[in-house]
């Protein structure tokens, strides 16, 4: 069969009441230490109605958030609007720099006597970049897909139309999903008559070795009692083989690495409940035993944020260069893409779109959103521009626009 793609950016999400930049920007912006909790594991939420925080976490872990954003704001952007992907690049920049300004330097200092902290500003980094993107995590997931299969008719809010057109389109291609988004909107899809057993991601519990604990929580008589059993975790094996793909070409928000002594990294997918601290693997010893090992798993998810930094990362091999690289032979191999909600902001991925597809002049892209990306790349030829809200989309006008 021949094969189509489709490339998804923020504004594909957002019907589905999933936030665009601008409001994460406003939520980071205003964000105080009262608004999210760190566990003693170090991964970090917002704080729920009802809930305390964790004070045997020191109060400058907390405090440093609060106060870096605010002297971000104040004294390295005075009067312009905050961009929670630019100050992702600002302080991984900061990070990999010894010396620093002197606004800079008189923050730190100024922080160090205030909260008695002895250690430099890498380790306030450190600390902070873990928290940082467990919220952008926060703020980006909705929900938790769960296991219910949805059956047509689909509600309009959950991309009804666009379910249709892939019913379609499942019919005569194979279809290539590539998204830049880190939320879980299409894996909440894979639940429908639609995709369900019909689409792969890449990962398998398929002989994976690695697994971790849940805790249940059962009623019995009012009395509630909890139970706690071994799952095993899906992870990454780069197989892409049903009549529906998904590359998560920018990471997700269940993704996790898994550090074996240094030496292997594999990435393995969260699941919703599980205790983090108990993922181990199993190993098979050279007498044949059995051991679970217990190795590092960071607790931040496994996406990338930045409108640069994330570039550094494209040829990441434990994951990302492996997705990128089917998005490369998907757009060589494809004669027609649809583009959806997304901006043309990433330089990389506009390079890429122009090399690997767009300078075949019998190619076809169509770019639907609401208004129209400034990019050069909506000027050429064997490009056309459709305003529309997804939720709406002509899905005859798409079939005729593309000639399928």
Avoid: C
């Amino acid at each position: 069969m021949k094969n189509f793609s489709f490339l998804l950016g923020a504004g594909f999400s957002k019907p589905a009441g999933y936030p665009l930049a601008t409001e994460i920007n406003n939520k980071f912006k205003n964000l105080t230490h009262k608004d999210f909790m760190i566990h003693t594991s170090q991964s970090a939420h917002l704080i729920k109605k009802g809930q305390e925080q964790n004070w045997l976490i020191e109060k400058y872990d907390y405090m440093f958030v609060e106060e870096f954003i605010k002297f971000y704001n104040e004294s390295i952007i005075p009067g312009k609007d905050f961009d929670y992907e630019i100050f992702f690049d600002y302080y991984n920049d900061l990070d990999r720099r010894s010396d620093l300004t002197a606004t800079e330097k008189h923050f730190f200092d100024d922080f160090g006597r205030k909260y008695d902290y002895p250690l430099d500003h890498h380790h306030l980094l450190h600390s902070f970049d873990r928290t940082y993107n467990q919220l952008i995590a926060n703020f980006i997931t909705v929900e938790w897909p769960e296991s219910v299969s949805l059956i047509p008719p689909y509600r309009k809010n959950d991309h009804a139309r666009f379910l249709e057109l892939l019913e379609f389109l499942g019919n005569h291609f194979i279809v290539h999903i590539h998204t830049l988004n880190h939320d879980l909107l299409m894996e909440k899809y894979f639940h429908t008559t639609t995709l369900g057993k019909k689409i792969s991601d890449g990962f398998t519990d398929s002989y994976s070795p690695y697994f971790a604990d849940m805790t249940i929580f059962v009623n019995k008589n009012d009395n509630k009692k909890a139970y706690t059993h071994d799952i095993r975790l899906r992870r990454f094996t780069n197989k892409f083989d049903s009549s529906f793909n998904l590359y998560k070409l920018h990471g997700s928000v269940d993704n996790y690495v898994f550090n074996l002594n240094n030496k292997r990294y594999d990435m393995i997918k969260y699941v919703y409940g599980m205790n983090e601290g108990s993922i181990y693997k199993e190993i098979t010893t050279y007498l044949g035993e059995i051991k679970k090992e217990n190795f590092y798993v960071d607790v931040i998810p496994e996406f990338l944020s930045g409108t640069t930094e994330k570039l550094r990362h494209y040829e990441r091999t434990v994951y990302y260069k492996h997705v990128f690289n089917h998005f490369f032979q998907n757009l060589q191999n494809s004669n027609h893409i649809i583009v959806i909600g997304y901006g043309f902001r990433d330089s990389k991925i506009n390079e890429y779109l122009k090399t690997y597809f767009l300078q075949d002049p019998q190619k076809k892209m169509l770019v639907i959103n609401v208004t129209k990306p400034q990019s050069d790349i909506l000027e050429l030829k064997n490009v056309e521009f459709v305003a529309s809200d997804i939720l709406d989309i002509d899905i005859e006008g798409v079939k005729s626009k593309l000639n399928i």
